[in-house]
């Protein structure tokens, strides 16, 4: 028996947040340590909020912990016109009952990677505020880190502006630091996620599952699917969140390489992007696997399985 990967997810609830807890949750491969928070999709109170409903849910017994509730140096932008007012716009669930523990997110990733015997995978699907004020923090957590296998960034192209990627661009200071440290890093970034479509019928497959929790899922991923239509003219919706989970379950789901990638600050028209050196000459010695293809069908899959085992 494989032991399980131990592993923090960091996200910013958000639709497809929530489908990467519910995917990380399901799976037998993960032992997931604890779920923490930070703004992004929507500001810190209501990232939170939506997290604990999520883990109500389903019923996670997996502790939440509240982080950042801003980028390391800007101002929050947020994206009511993906994720709406509250972040999870989309089918009404109950006001969690339950609260994010006392203990901040920081403190919680350092802490629990300093006294894990096992090295901890950390799977940041938000911005990666956080990840940073961790790692700046306490510099001897680094080679206690398995890998740092993020949802954000792009080779080519962006999301929230032309050139860069909504996770990256909302706080790139933090991105740049995680960038340049010697952990192991896969970026699941657009590259992939855009190949990674959710089309309408898989979306009713989905709630057609049979259990309150795929139900849901369904009716979430009919809301954040209608943006993708409409506003993007794309066919269907990125699930980029989950790829970065399902990633780490299953490494072949991707395909990737080493390159060295540095993140821009200071661009009038680029800041946030994510500066892919394919030619390996000019940024010194790779930093990140970056993600380049994705086997769709595989991860569409794995998705609807992960969402099959949630009890009726
Ligand atoms: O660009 C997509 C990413 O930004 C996803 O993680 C989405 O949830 C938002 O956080
Ligand atoms: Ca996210």
Request: proline content about 6%; glycine content about 8%; overall charge negative.
């Amino acid at each position: 028996m494989k032991k399980k990967i131990k592993a923090i997810l960091d996200c910013d609830p958000g639709h497809d947040d929530a489908l990467a807890i519910l995917v990380a949750s399901a799976s037998s491969r993960l032992n997931l340590a604890g779920i923490t928070v930070v703004a992004g999709n929507q500001t810190l109170d209501n990232t939170v909020n939506n997290t604990l409903k999520i883990v109500e849910l389903a019923e996670i017994d997996t502790a939440v912990y509240a982080g950042y509730g801003k980028p390391l140096i800007r101002e929050l932008t947020t994206a009511p016109e993906v994720h709406g007012e509250s972040g999870l716009d989309g089918p009404i669930l109950p006001d969690p009952g339950t609260a994010a523990a006392d203990r901040h997110a920081v403190r919680f990733i350092i802490d629990t990677v300093r006294q894990s015997e096992q090295k901890i995978t950390l799977i940041p699907t938000g911005p990666l505020t956080n990840i940073a004020a961790a790692l700046l923090g306490a510099p001897d957590i680094h080679d206690k880190i398995e890998q740092i296998c993020f949802m954000g960034g792009a080779a080519r192209g962006g999301n929230w502006s032309p050139a860069a990627e909504f996770n990256i661009l909302v706080d790139p200071e933090a991105a740049a630091f995680v960038m340049q440290t010697d952990i192991p890093k896969t970026m699941i970034g657009l590259d992939v996620t855009r190949k990674a479509l959710l089309y309408p019928e898989d979306i009713e497959k989905i709630k057609n599952l049979g259990n309150p929790v795929a139900r849901v899922a369904g009716e979430l991923l009919e809301y954040y699917l209608q943006y993708h239509l409409e506003k993007k003219k794309m066919p269907g919706c990125p699930l980029h969140d989950p790829l970065a989970v399902a990633a780490v379950l299953e490494p072949d789901i991707i395909s990737s390489r080493p390159y060295a990638v540095k993140v821009e600050t200071a661009g009038r028209h680029t800041t946030g992007s994510t500066v892919v050196d394919f030619d390996g000459d000019r940024f010194g010695r790779p930093n990140v696997n970056v993600a380049l293809e994705v086997d769709r069908e595989r991860f569409v899959e794995l998705v609807l399985e992960s969402l099959h085992s949630y009890k009726s």
